[in-house]
């Protein structure tokens, strides 16, 4: 049984992570996608699960993804887990290409057995990323004069989803778990017109800058959600894990102090389906898959002017390959390929087929040390988002690397 | 089995891990273009520029608050503009007696037996000087007794003791002892002018009891204005020393004014600013409560405060100024407020409204002056933070007042401009201003 002082501990880890993830928070922003409905969506996947193209559930020996509330239930011990993530990104428009690079903290997550068939943890996980910025530059003709102009939209902010789970072990190879989830978030938006007259005309004299037009509004959001799942290994080589989360209405209302006109908005979080399953196919490699349904479309009318959402789906598929099984220390390689159907639509809902997709390739490392109690996890990914008649284009060069410790 | 792993090194080990990784600054993903903005929406610019009778009222013009002894330069003029002639009377310091030189290392002191040959030395405001062609400078010992406090191109002395005119207005003249010809562009003669005295006239002016010196100007119409004052530049002979024995010797200026005619014009209906008598004109604005939108669905009215205002400018249309006032070189204007018009001339000026140029080493606005050029077709101060001040605190109009101060900028009272700038009697307001676009939720 765990020590009250180790609990306490373990949450001072957890507490010092989630400072260090509302530290990168102004970082979290990964793709121009996030400027349609809702955001990017970005789920709280672990390096394992990256690597194995994006199979967070149904994995041998569990895992410390934000997928199943049961996975957790596979632990041995107390862990934590810490999962950082860069991004390099180029996003293509018609006339104009942009590249940079984003960094982030997607998931924490400390999980505490209690006795030898509870499992207990709490998590911090990315969902919304509504950080982006667009600029557009004209000219404005006056009598006289002409001023180049330069008009910015930026807007920073998500939702992340705060969890607290808890999993039994039924059996040796059955779990289940349930969760509760709070979402919270804010996102700042600002709008901003700034006006060039040209070359000061001395440096002594008033420069002739024009003063910026600039207006911002922040809205928090906040909802709760729940989810349940399952995990069951009816055989050493096979593991299945089904999953399904669901919230109630995500509300976003202006923080005092914002801009006195702006007005709230609410929308429905869908339920969404999780999938999974792994069967050693050698003694030394598996092979994981898993899919994912997600009901967007019910938010559909609270998007209609932002052009609306459509159900999106998943399916991943990856293979782990792990010649060292017998010593303390091993690495496993991972492979695996993503495709996704992107909820939130890129033009207006008289663009019919202008829904996105993503598709990734993967790959991963991973580092069984100290007997097992440190686990370390690479991955990289190779993707691309667009397709259908959206006009942006994106490819992305993305690694996660988590830090998985155990303690006893 | 799993080794012993303490959950402090853990977190040691993700701090040190992933810390570094946190600090990381990074710019969110920008696209270029207007296809982003939600709902298509940029915000919208107008300008409007309103006539003068729609928000100016002019309230006077005032001068006299400075004169010639009240600045650190000199003017010499010459039928400027076909006007203008400016005189420069001066009294040098007294010559030295006693001249100190080393000679085979020793240090002595000697009376002087006599001067040499000198210069007269000033420096020239290369700016401030122009001339139509060659212009003659003329050295004369004045040729009667003058006051230099009160003495003026018509009177010698001019106190309340009594009034004395000069028998030739502008400083009566006696015994020339210098003259140079200056080329047409006084730029290239350098900053530093040099006007060559023979002995005899550095003796004539070394004498007890020498009037002083008339500086004019002869040939071409033009003006000299220079940096500072006038001094002798000598050698003086010891009376133990060998022949050849010259010490440098400076003597500085004791006394100098310069005197002029015509005095600054006033009295148009122009809008006049600065000048050697300080011209200043008071004016009021009143702010307009609503700004005229025009776009493709018709003309409606936007009260001026809930626009964003870019630029708010006071535009101003150059008009000849009279008398050879008119500036040669640049000339640093402001405006600033003033408390109680109806004072008329003698109304207090309050802080300065044109917008700051910067910020001083102790975080202090830097009111510049905005320079009006010759030359200018529109003269534009910028008012924007005032105006925008003003519409925050509902605030209807101001009293302003328009004047050359150069001391706010240059911390110099003294440097102000002999030239005037005048403005036409219709001044312009122009607005810039942008539309509220407010960002909404998807």
Not at chain 1, 330 to 347: C, D, E, H, Q
């Amino acid at each position: 049984m765990i020590k009250p002082n180790r609990t306490l501990r373990a949450l001072g880890v957890l507490f010092a992570g989630a400072a260090l993830l509302s530290g990168a928070g102004s970082a979290a922003a990964q793709s121009l996608f996030a400027s349609r409905g809702l955001g990017y969506l970005n789920p709280p996947l672990d390096g394992r699960a990256r690597g194995l193209g994006g199979v967070g559930l149904g994995l041998p020996g569990g895992g410390l993804s934000l997928v199943n509330p049961a996975a957790i239930a596979a632990l041995p011990a107390p862990a934590l887990g810490v999962t950082f993530q860069p991004d390099f990104y180029n996003s293509r428009l018609p006339g104009s290409e942009t590249e940079g690079s984003t960094a982030r903290f997607p998931l924490l997550h400390a999980a505490f057995p209690l006795g030898t068939r509870w499992t207990t943890s709490v998590a911090y996980g990315s969902y919304l990323d509504q950080t982006w910025a667009a600029e557009r530059s004209d000219s404005l003709r006056l009598p006289g004069r002409t001023l180049a102009v330069t008009d910015r939209f930026a807007s920073h902010g998500g939702v992340t989803r705060l969890r607290v789970s808890g999993a039994y072990s039924l059996t040796e190879r059955l779990a289940i778990g349930v969760s509760a989830d709070l979402y919270t978030g804010s996102v700042r938006d600002t709008l901003s017109r700034r006006l060039d007259p040209g070359v000061p005309d001395s440096l002594l004299l008033n420069t002739g800058v024009l003063v910026p037009a600039r207006y911002g509004a922040e809205w928090s959001y906040r909802s709760v959600g729940a989810s349940a799942g399952v995990r069951w290994a009816p055989s050493d080589a096979l593991n299945l894990a089904a999953a399904v989360s669901g919230g109630a209405t995500l509300k976003a209302r202006p923080i005092e102090g914002s801009d006195s006109l702006a007005v709230g908005k609410d929308y429905t979080i869908p339920l969404t389906f999780d999938v999974g399953a792994s069967g050693r196919v050698t003694p030394s490699a598996i092979v994981a898959l898993a899919a994912q349904w997600s009901g967007w479309s019910a938010a559909n009318d609270d998007l209609a002017s932002a052009g609306g959402a459509r159900d999106s789906w998943m399916v991943a598929a990856g293979v782990e390959w792990d010649a060292s099984q017998a010593d303390e220390r091993s690495f496993p390689v991972r492979l695996g390929a993503r495709y996704s159907a992107l909820p939130f639509r890129w033009g207006s809902t008289q663009d019919g087929n202008a829904f996105p997709g993503e598709r990734a390739l993967t790959a991963g490392l991973g580092a069984r040390l100290a007997g097992g109690a440190a686990l370390v996890d690479l991955a990289a990914e190779r993707g691309w988002r667009g397709g259908g008649d959206s006009v942006l284009d994106e490819s992305y060069w993305r690694a996660t690397l988590t830090l998985t410790l155990l303690g006893r | 089995m799993l080794r012993r792993f303490s959950l402090g090194k853990a977190l040691a080990l993700a701090l040190t891990t992933f810390l570094p990784a946190a600090a990381c600054t990074d710019e969110p993903p920008t696209a270029a273009g207007g296809e982003l903005f939600p709902g298509g929406r940029v915000p919208s610019t107008f300008e409007v520029v309103l006539p003068a009778d729609s928000f100016a009222q002019r309230l006077g013009v005032f001068s006299g608050y400075t004169g010639p002894r009240d600045v650190s330069y000199l003017l010499v003029a010459n039928r400027f503009d076909g006007t203008l002639d400016a005189h420069v009377l001066a009294r040098l310091s007294e010559f030295p007696a006693t001249v100190t030189y080393t000679r085979g290392g020793t240090t002595r002191t000697d009376s002087i037996a006599a001067f040499g040959s000198g210069n007269l030395f000033v420096r020239i405001d290369t700016l401030a000087s122009t001339a139509a062609g060659p212009l003659e400078l003329q050295v004369w010992e004045v040729g009667e007794t003058y006051h230099p406090g009160s003495a003026s191109w018509q009177f010698a002395v001019d106190t309340v003791g009594g009034r004395v005119p000069w028998r030739e207005p502008g400083g009566t003249r006696g015994v020339l002892l210098s003259r140079l010809t200056l080329a047409a562009n006084a730029r290239q003669q350098g900053d530093s002018l040099l006007i060559p005295l023979d002995s005899v006239a550095v003796q004539r002016i070394a004498r007890s009891g020498f009037p002083g010196l008339l500086i004019t100007a002869a040939g071409a119409q033009g003006r000299l204005q220079t940096l500072g004052s006038v001094s002798l530049r000598t050698g003086a002979h010891p009376r133990g020393a060998t022949p050849d024995t010259t010490i440098a010797t400076t003597v500085e200026a004791a006394t100098q004014v310069f005197v002029y005619n015509p005095d600054q014009p006033t009295g148009s209906e122009a809008y006049e600013a600065g000048g050697i008598r300080s011209a200043r004109t008071l004016f009021r604005v009143n702010l307009p409560a609503a700004v005229p939108v025009c776009r493709e669905g018709g003309c409606t009215r936007i009260p001026l405060r809930d626009v964003t205002l870019n630029e708010v400018s006071l535009l101003f249309r150059p008009s000849t100024v009279p008398g050879g006032f008119r500036p040669v070189g640049p000339v640093q204007l402001v405006v600033r407020r003033v408390a109680e018009p109806a004072l008329g001339r003698r109304a207090p000026l309050g802080e300065a409204i044109n917008d700051i140029a910067g910020v001083d080493t102790r975080g202090n606005a830097i009111f510049a002056g905005v320079r009006f050029a010759p030359g200018d077709t529109v003269f534009t101060i910028p008012i924007t933070a005032f105006i925008t001040r003003s519409v925050q605190s509902d605030s209807t109009g101001a009293s302003l007042a328009l004047l050359a101060d150069p001391g706010l900028l240059l911390g110099d009272p003294a440097a102000i401009p002999f030239s005037a700038a005048w403005f036409q009697p219709a001044p312009r307001l122009r607005i810039l201003f942008t539309l509220p676009e407010r960002p909404v939720l998807p």
